[in-house]
């Protein structure tokens, strides 16, 4: 649920081109693809060189793809997301183009994207629409000038316009993995936006009690996983058995189920001094509950607050005094008790780059976990019924769709 990692790199990802053809009809573009003859490397005398090495074969792309996109801003994602079909772009400087594998589901992120809210007021001011999608994992087919530290066939996760079968990505932002798998799909903005909340925001360390709610889902799990390896008696809240089983596989200490229990009478009891650090995700009477248990000094990061998102019936939306959505967009701190509430993720640019290393380095090394939900889609047109699954309450782990 939590983008604030990535928001900033999304400008430098959107390319705005021509397009046509509706969501409901999309036709096929699976073309094979297959490698050109590689020209001969002549010496000044005329015969082939057996010293120089000829130059790389690049694939051949489709001279089109095809993306998700909105025309205009609208009240949902569904609304807005219309399938098009766009001439294959170039990568400019310091740019690739990654044929993208699997895109991660961000269902709060594609909500606002979607209506020009929160941090995306910007995109009721793009005549031409805006493209869809944050994370995505794939496979560098093209890299423009000046860039040095990606090449052509390699396997990276980026963030922008994952919602498309090609995306031009700012190499800057490009994380290098060994393989492009589903599971890899959440470590650009899930997993590195928890490595920011527990560590650097959060500053969890061994003997502290840290809560994670919502701790099934996405960003939960990956914050769970961060705070047990920081050596932290770790509780989490959740909403089904199905939910407790898979954060018990994750080593959590606590779970308590907000559907059967009431959270403040639990934390009360099994933690009477208060936890020290709280990672949050869904708002509203959540987080006030987190505020009231946490220890004077302590520290409440807010990741999330799916309860209050628009997806919500008004009636239905769980509200709280505080401005919580102004203050994750803007990264606010603010005092609340003697309690510390902030929207801060990151307290630097160096933890951002750090954090991204410890993450990729800690999932390929087998020290952490990455669930998948279990619902699987396929294709760009599966998309808008992905947001709507991951918005249901209902998910284990990440949401991904095979492009």
């Known amino acids: ?27 096929s573009l699976r073309a094979p693809v297959s490698g050109v003859s590689r020209p001969q490397v002549w010496t000044l005398a005329g015969s082939i060189s057996q010293h120089d090495s000829p130059p790389k074969q690049l694939p051949k792309l489709p001279t089109t793809f095809h993306a998700l996109r909105a025309d ?8 807005v997301a219309t399938i098009k079909e766009e001439p294959m772009p170039e990568p400019g400087e310091g740019e690739v183009l ?107 360390s061994k003997g502290k009690v840290v809560l994670v709610t919502a701790g099934a889902g996405a960003a939960g799990s990956f914050a769970v996983q961060f705070a047990k390896q920081a050596g932290c008696t770790v509780v989490a809240t959740t909403s089904s058995q199905a939910k407790a089983v898979a954060l018990c596989k994750l080593g959590c200490d606590h779970i308590i189920n907000y559907k059967t229990r009431d959270v403040d009478e639990v934390l009360k009891d099994k933690f009477p001094d208060g936890v020290d650090v709280v990672i949050e995700h869904v708002g509203g009477k959540m987080l006030q509950t987190a505020i009231n248990n946490c220890k004077e000094g302590g520290k409440v990061v807010i990741v999330g607050y799916i309860s209050q998102y628009p997806h919500n019936a ?20 603010r005092e609340i008790n003697g309690v510390t509430v ?53 998910t284990i782990g990440k949401v991904v769709v095979e492009v």
């Not at 939590?2 to 990802?13: D, F, K, P, R, T």
């Not at 919602?163 to 990505?169: G, K, L, Q």
């Not at 769980?318 to 967009?329: F, Y």
């Open 314 to 333: 008004e009636s239905e939306r769980d509200g709280t005094l505080l401005e919580v959505s102004e203050m994750m967009w803007t990264r606010e701190t």
């Open 98 to 204: 990654v044929k993208v594998r699997f895109a991660g589901i961000n269902g709060g992120c594609e909500t606002f994207r979607s209506r020009g809210e929160a941090g995306f007021e910007g995109n009721k001011n793009k005549p031409d629409g805006f493209h869809l999608g944050a994370e995505g994992a794939g496979t560098v087919v093209r890299t423009g000038p000046g860039v040095e530290k990606f090449s052509v066939g390699e396997d990276v996760l980026f963030i922008g316009g994952a919602f498309a079968e090609y995306a031009i990505v700012n190499s800057a932002t490009l994380i290098k993995v060994k393989e492009a798998s589903k599971e890899a799909v959440g470590l650009r903005v899930s997993a590195t936006t928890s490595w920011g909340a527990v560590f650097s925001s959060g500053q969890a």
């Open 342 to 394: 902030t929207g801060a993720i990151y307290q630097g640019m160096e933890d951002i780059a750090k954090g991204r290393n410890k993450v990729v380095e800690a999932f390929e090394s087998g020290q952490l976990r990455s669930l998948v939900d279990a619902r699987e889609f396929r294709g760009l047109e599966s998309i808008p019924d992905a947001v709507e699954h991951m918005l249901s309450g209902t």
């Open 1 to 27: 649920l939590a983008l604030l990692v990535g928001v900033v790199a999304l400008s430098v990802n959107a390319f705005q081109l021509p397009s046509s053809a509706g969501l409901g009809h999309r036709p």
């Open 72 to 79: 205009a801003v609208g009240s949902s994602f569904r609304d």
